[in-house]
Nanobody, 125 residues
């Protein structure tokens, strides 16, 4: 069992940046593949990015590739999502998630087992 708590959301203007953080409980953080998802109002939950336990693999959705960077600090039990060049269409609730395998492949919400409560990101024109 792992508990996830996100922080760092907020309201920004288009073109600006935000960094989201997600801190996990437990002592085996490196054993989890971590991911970020987002859900905009009226839309389905969407995969954003994932990172394996040793940071050896990082995969991004096409919609954020080149603008977002996922990283992790296993000593701090924390995964980050650096979001640059934000667009209004990035507006959503962003959730971190965990799969209990260090080298999982995550592409949908069905690939993860644990979820944070989410943090709102709003990008204005």
């Amino acid at each position: 069992q792992v508990q996830l708590v996100e922080s760092g959301g907020g309201l920004v203007q288009a073109g600006e940046s935000l960094r989201l953080s997600c801190t996990a409980s437990g002592r085996t953080f490196s054993a989890y593949t971590m991911a970020w998802f987002r859900q905009a109002p009226g839309k389905e939950r969407e995969f954003v990015a994932f990172i394996t336990g040793n940071s050896g693999r990082k995969i991004y959705a096409d919609s954020v590739k080149g603008r977002f960077t996922i990283s992790r600090d296993n000593a701090k039990n924390t995964v980050y999502l650096q979001m640059n060049s934000l667009k209004p269409e990035d507006t959503a609730v962003y959730c971190c998630a965990a799969a209990p395998f260090s080298s999982a492949w995550v592409s949908s919400q069905y690939d993860v087992n644990y979820w944070g409560q989410g943090t709102q990101v709003t990008v204005s024109q």
